[in-house]
C-alpha cells in the first residue's frame, strides 16, 4: 500500500517522508518524524498538506489576474499562466528565489508560445517587459509564506487535531488494538488518555532529541524558572533576550529524564491531565500530553506529583 510503518519504540518511521512539508518548522526536515514529531495532538490520515492545494490555486489565480489583458485576447493561454504561477507557488513554500524564477521565466515562455510578446524596438522597452515578468516572479515568490501566514491566522493546521479516539489508535502495539470498534468524537478522551498514553510517553522518554512544544504561556515560565534551567542572576529583562537558550537547556533537560519516575496527573491551571518528568539532576518538567512546554520546577516533587498516578 506504500504506507510508512511507524515503530511506537524509537517514536519514528522505518522510511523517510519523501517531501519537507514546512520548511519554517525545524521537525519538518526529519523526515523520518510524524506530524512535527507530535503524534499526540496531530494525526496525518492521507500524508496529504492542504497548504499545497491552496498555495497552488492562490499562485495560479495571481498569475491570471497579472496577465489579465493576455488572456483576454487568447483565452487558452489562461493554462500556461496559471500553470506557471500554481508551480512556481508550490516552489515557494520550501524555495521562494526558485518559485520566482520559475514562474518569471515560464510566464516568458508562455508570451513567446501565444504570441503576447510586445514590440521591443529599444533597450527601455526590454527593460520594461523584464520588470513586468520579474514582478510577476515576486508575486509567485510570496505566495507561499502569504498563504502559510493565512492558514495560521484562521487555525488551519498540515495535519488534523487528534479530535477521536480513533485517531490515537494507531499508537498502539500491533494486535492489541485497546481501542477496537469505538468510533465518533471523544466523548471519552479520559479513555484515550489512559489506554494510549502510558506506552506512548514511556516510548517517548527513550526516544533521542525529543523536542518540547512552545505555547502561549511558555515564555513567562522560562523566565520565572531560569535558575532551574542554570540561567540564575539575570534580569527579567535580559532572559527575554536569553529565549533561545532558555528554550534549548529545555530541550537538554527534556531529553534526560527518569523514566521511572514519570507521573501522569493534574496541575494547577490546567485544565486536562499533564505529564511530570524528573531529570536525572534532580528537575520535574511538565508538558501537556501533546508534549508542549508547560513549567518546570527545581525539585523532584511537590503536592501535584504526589497525587499523580505513575506511568
Known sequence: MNARLYDPITSRTLSPDNYVADADATQAYNRYSYCHNNPMKYTDP??????????????????????????????????????????????????????GAFTTNMNIVTDIAFGNVPVISNTSDAVSYLGFK?????????????????????GITSWSNTATLTGVAHLTEPGTSILKGVTGPTVGIEVAKKATVAP?????????????????????????HADALGFGGYSPQQLQ??????????????????????RIGR?????????????????????????????????????????????
Not at 498555495?55 to 498569475?63: E, I, K, P, S, T
Not at 534549548?248 to 523514566?259: F, G, K, R, T, V
Request: hydrophobic share 45%.
Open 46 to 99: 492521507d500524508g496529504n498538506s492542504p497548504i499545497l492545494v491552496a498555495v497552488a490555486l492562490f499562485g495560479g489565480a495571481l498569475n491570471m489576474i497579472s496577465n489579465a489583458d493576455k488572456i483576454a485576447k487568447d483565452p487558452w493561454s489562461a493554462v500556461g499562466y496559471f500553470t506557471s504561477g500554481a508551480i512556481g507557488g508550490m516552489l515557494s513554500l520550501t524555495n521562494p528565489l526558485a518559485g
Open 134 to 154: 520579474v514582478l510577476d516572479g515576486v508575486g509567485a515568490a510570496g505566495t507561499g509564506q502569504l498563504v502559510k501566514g493565512l492558514f495560521n491566522f484562521i
Open 200 to 224: 506512548v510517553w514511556s516510548s517517548v522518554a527513550n526516544s533521542s532529541s525529543q523536542i518540547l512544544g512552545w505555547g502561549n504561556n511558555a515564555k513567562g515560565h522560562l523566565i520565572k
Open 241 to 262: 533576550k536569553m529565549l533561545p537558550q532558555l528554550r534549548s537547556a529545555a530541550n537538554q533537560l527534556y531529553n534526560d529524564i527518569n523514566p521511572a519516575l514519570t
Open 267 to 311: 496541575w494547577t491551571g490546567q485544565a486536562d491531565d499533564v505529564i511530570m518528568q524528573i531529570t536525572n539532576n534532580g528537575k520535574m518538567i511538565v508538558t501537556k500530553l501533546n508534549g508542549e512546554f508547560v513549567t518546570i520546577i527545581n525539585k523532584t516533587s511537590n503536592n501535584w506529583y504526589k497525587l499523580a498516578k505513575p506511568l
